[in-house]
């Protein structure tokens, strides 16, 4: 633990110091993202643009992780234990790319497609059944959402698909 502890510490310090516009904690056995992470980077946290909290095993993100980072453009959070997201993330005016794959999701997190930026969409290999293309279809950046290895009901995008904006990928694309 106290290694893990001294990596997360090294990694903040780096990006402090050296003004860096990332902050990496991937791997790094998080179940929680730090509360003294907050305070440290207070001086460059809306110089942040992207963060990387990739396999760890975060249960949660907090409402403060969104309204402090108000300037994410990229947020990578694959590989966790997430099941939901808090209503903050809907608030994120500059995010355009979010990785939410192999984490525990069963439902979209619609708070999403309140977020005008946002052009990418990962939720690749979690329990997702439904999407809701109907608020998808009205964000205005949106490319493309990856909802591969997730137990889709088929039939629902075959109607669709044809109409959409984006990209819809599935396990059925070859």
Do not use: W, Y
């Amino acid at each position: 633990m106290g290694e893990a502890v001294a990596n997360v510490a090294r990694r903040i310090n780096e990006t402090v110091e050296e003004q860096k516009d990332t902050l990496d904690l991937s791997n790094c056995k998080l179940i929680s993202f730090p509360e003294g992470v907050f305070k440290v980077l207070t001086t460059v946290n809306d110089k942040i643009l992207v963060i990387t909290l990739a396999n760890n095993e975060l249960k949660a993100i907090s409402s403060k992780f969104f309204t402090t980072f108000t300037q994410l453009r990229e947020l990578d959070l694959e590989g966790n234990v997430l099941s939901k997201l808090p209503d903050s993330v809907g608030e994120m005016q500059h995010l355009t790319n979010i990785n939410l794959a192999r984490n525990r999701f069963s439902l979209f997190p619609e708070k999403l497609a309140e977020i005008q930026t946002l052009e990418k969409i990962s939720l690749e290999g979690n329990e997702i059944t439904e999407v809701p293309v109907g608020k998808l279809t009205s964000m205005p950046a949106l490319q493309s959402i990856n909802m591969k290895s997730n137990p889709l009901d088929k039939g629902l995008f075959a109607a669709v698909r044809p109409s959409l904006k984006f990209e819809l990928l599935t396990t059925d694309d070859e």
